[in-house]
């Protein structure tokens, strides 16, 4: 009975979450359509340089102790813990600043306009503070909370961005998305202001001592992850023509829109559920883990093959010759997407089954791949090549990665069967 009950919940948790990410990246992907549409490529670029800063930085401003937030025993250690981390974002994220404008004084390459550097710095933070509070809601099982969040943050953003297009053609989408995360940071604090405390020093350097793998593994894994998921954004916009780099952006975009729906529907409500699964009943998480992946793959198949048909049929139509690379982009990149959806939505297993070593090393060969692919692309001056080998090597790389830990699920169902 209680089995069923708790089967119950997860389903609840997985709609609740479906609901909310659906609408969400539905109201994105054709908001990303048409606001592409209004501001042009070379923006476009920008904008993605912008979000791909974004992202590696946010990584290293919580140093992915916000998933201690998830596993952590004890609930006054969470609130401690929580507050620490929305502290330190801002230093971290001034940290970064000083390394780049030393970096810029010595090297006097990768000049960005300094307002898109000074907009990425604030939003690091904010994204950060962001990330850690839907952490707690995860802890806490808010799902239907977490997905009303995410609603508004992608309806605020296309607004906003709508917004400032009147105002500014060139950084409108930034300016969008930075009040966007701020607006939304604020709906963070409101339901978790009765979890922020005074941090306790002793409290906060104990919790972090439990979980010191993050630090040591997953950290330095998210990193890299973030680093090859979103450096070669940057370089395009740097080394390549800018309306090339901002139709990669435009792609990307288009094809990790699904695989986000998935991975935002499943993946938190996966972590919070695999990790009880695994502290009271190991031998069931392969076969609970093994239907995720399943699903997963056909849904996502489905869908990749819907746009690469009458999706790209429909777009041939809304964009110009500024945009001819578009399709060509969205078919290379497909087989990459595809095998990042059978392994993204559970990635968590690896902080799980406390493998984040694993994940590292998988994360370095992704981002060695990214360089590889980013240097030959440069060498032959031509993008395509770039994304080719990107999309082959990355898909080939996150199906071994699957496999690996399918097979440690199996082995582990073995071990503890009856």
Known sequence: MNNRFQLSNFQKNIWYMLQGTTLSQLIAFIGSLVLAKLYGAVAYAWFGAFMAFVGIASVINTLQLEYALVTDKSDNNTKHLLSFLILITTPIALTIACFYIGFQYFFGSLEFDFIIILMSIIASIIVAQNVTFDSLLTRLKQFKISARIKIILTLSTVILQSIF??????????????????????????????????PNWKIVKSTINEHKNLLKYAFPSHLTNALGAHLITIMFVVYFEEAQ????ALSNKILMAPLFLISGAVSKVYFQKANEIYLSSKEKLYSFTIKIVRNNILIMIAIVLLINTVGLYILSFFFDKEWELLSPFIWIMSFLVIARSSFNPISSISIVLNKNEVSFIFNICFLLINILAFSIGLYYKNIVYSVIILSFLGGIAYVVLLIYFLFL??????EHQV
């Open 409 to 414: 699920l199996k082995k582990i169902e073995k």
């Open 245 to 248: 780099a901002g139709t990669y």
């Open 165 to 198: 297009y009147f105002f500014s053609k060139e950084k409108g989408l930034i300016f969008g998305a930075g009040v966007a995360f701020f607006l939304v940071l604020l709906i963070y604090y409101y339901y978790n202001k009765y979890h922020i405390v005074q």
